[in-house]
């Protein structure tokens, strides 16, 4: 995978926080800030995934896309922000169908 270079200014409170992490981690800060991008962009993923799903835009296999991660993987975030999982037969065989591209 190919990496791009970015530079951001951050307040001070972040930017310690980061060393603080860093040193305790035991890395270099752009190693330390990529762990926490990465962190930060699956969080997001999941949060849009689940807003999603609670408003009844997307379907849970939809969901679980969007957030990158599997549906089984999904329900506890789901669970912890009190969105009921409204799953049924129907759309375990058209989630099916569609991993399949039928």
């Given at each position: 995978m190919s990496q791009k270079h970015?530079?951001?200014?951050v307040?001070?409170?972040i930017?310690?926080?980061?060393?603080?992490i860093r040193e305790e981690e035991q890395t270099d800060r752009s190693s330390a800030i990529k762990q926490l991008l990465e962190r930060g962009i699956e969080d997001w993923r999941?949060?849009?995934?689940?807003?999603?799903?609670?408003e009844?835009?997307?379907?849970?296999?939809r969901a679980a896309e969007i957030a990158d991660v599997s549906i089984w993987r999904l329900l506890d975030p789901l669970e912890e922000r009190g969105v009921e999982v409204n799953y049924t037969e129907a759309d375990l065989v058209a989630d099916r169908a569609s991993v399949r591209g039928e």
């Open positions: 970015v530079r951001a200014r307040p001070e409170d930017y310690e926080a980061i060393e603080t999941i949060d849009i995934a689940v807003r999603r799903y609670g009844g835009t997307v379907s849970i296999g």
